[in-house]
């Protein structure tokens, strides 16, 4: 079972999780898209403040958004249950779907021109990974 620190950790990874999902569905409307707007000018590329809103844009932000929103519920759930050792299994699932989005959107964000956002890539699987490092819940399935 985690304790402490590491429990908080990981329900604050979840909430950062849901929260920039509510930054990018809030992108879908010119009116709410400042956050995100900004991260696009951030990482140094079109779409940023200025740029113009289109309609495709506002969809596709939408639908990222809801889709962390989502993602970083089931994986709240899903964490609490491994925290309290009933489902030892979550750790490795969780991890290992954390690989298969790292890969693609971190070499499609270098290969499109966003390499930028390959750094809070990094940042998101490195903050998931020191808690399950940590306590070494990728080294034995039993707790």
Same mark, same amino acid.
């Given at each position: ?17 849901? #929260? ?29 403040? #200025? ?18 929103? #989502? ?13 309290? #050792?009933? +489902? ?10 954390? +690989? ?44």
């Amino acid at each position: 079972m985690i304790r402490g620190v590491w429990r908080v950790w990981l329900d604050v990874w979840c909430a950062a999780t849901i #929260g920039l999902g509510l930054v990018f569905v809030g992108a879908a409307h010119p009116s709410t898209s400042f956050a995100a707007r900004s991260y696009y000018a951030m990482i140094g590329r079109e779409g940023g403040v #200025g740029a113009p809103f289109t309609t495709e844009m506002a969809f596709s932000l939408g639908v990222l958004g809801s889709v962390l929103i #989502g993602w970083g519920v089931l994986v709240l759930i899903a964490l609490r249950q491994a925290v309290e #050792g009933r +489902a030892p299994w979550v750790w490795q699932a969780v991890t290992v779907s954390l +690989a298969a989005w790292f890969i693609p959107d971190t070499a499609i964000s270098i290969a499109t021109g966003y390499a930028l956002n390959a750094v809070p890539n990094l940042l998101f699987l490195t903050t998931f990974l020191i808690p399950v490092l940590a306590t070494g819940r990728l080294r034995s399935q039993s707790a």
